[in-house]
């Protein structure tokens, strides 16, 4: 169980496209999803907290009108990377929790590496 | 690609008791592994590393080994306190890409 899944694994795009990645939680309600950011060889960048039903808190430096995050509902978080350009090409990942309020398991996707062109 | 199994997945401790989190991944060309901890609504926490070159490396109370050979590394937390619960998880990085274990929740009780 807990199995959280990511869509698209692998998206290219033309420069200035939008972009949207889905994140679910497959077999539990998840309240609280979050969004990973990775470049190669760095380590994980939390970009935000998705909390069902209310807005996402982003972490410092992260552009909220670049990155849109939507969770409406308690299995899917989505993040749209809009006007992507090059230096958005990255590895995003997302993960789940199932239970706040107590110290849960964060339960990854399997990430989506963005290629922009 | 590479696969990282995390075991175990809760761990329950006694305060002052020592805790191990171990990690096992697939692909020998991974060469960095990261451990972060993470405390309920905050951000990962990056708390101890170690690359492929080096077998161990310790911080205070905590340790990491590795084991290329046997492609399997630990976290190794002594003396544990009650603020040393939260969720830890380790990862492989083959350079392009990090790879994580699920996570492993420690509870330290007091």
């Known amino acids: 169980g807990a199995v959280v899944s990511q869509h698209p694994s692998w998206v290219i795009c033309k420069s200035g496209t939008s972009v949207k990645i889905e994140c679910r939680s497959l077999?539990?309600?998840?309240?609280?999803m979050f969004w990973y950011r990775q470049f190669p060889k760095q380590s994980l960048m939390l970009m935000a907290t998705?909390?069902?039903?209310?807005?996402?808190?982003?972490e410092q430096g992260v552009e909220k009108d670049k990155f849109l995050i939507n969770h409406a509902s308690l299995t899917l978080s989505t993040l749209t990377v809009t006007s992507a350009h090059p230096e958005d090409s990255s590895f995003y990942i997302c993960?789940?929790?199932?239970?706040?309020?107590?110290?849960?398991?964060?339960?990854f996707g399997p990430g989506t590496r963005l290629t922009v062109l | 690609g590479e696969n990282v199994e995390q075991h175990p997945s809760t761990l329950s401790v006694q305060e002052g008791d020592s805790a191990v989190i171990k990690c096992t991944y697939s692909?020998?060309?991974?060469?960095?592994f990261p451990w972060y901890k993470q405390e309920l609504g905050k951000r990962p926490q990056l708390i101890i590393d170690?690359?492929?070159?080096?077998g161990e490396k310790k911080d205070q109370r905590i340790a990491v080994t590795l084991n290329k050979t046997a492609k399997h590394f630990s976290l190794h937390i002594t003396e544990t306190q009650p603020e040393d619960s939260a969720v830890y998880f380790c990862?492989?990085?083959?350079?392009?890409?990090?790879?994580f274990g699920t996570g492993t929740s420690l509870t330290v009780i007091p």
């Open positions: 993960s789940a929790i199932r239970q706040p309020g107590s110290t849960d398991t964060q339960y």
């Open positions: 998705s909390n069902e039903g209310s807005k996402a808190t982003y």
């Open positions: 077999d539990f309600q998840a309240t609280t």
């Open positions: 692909d020998s060309a991974s060469n960095y």
């Open positions: 990862a492989a990085n083959t350079g392009n890409q990090f790879y």
């Open positions: 170690i690359r492929s070159n080096v």
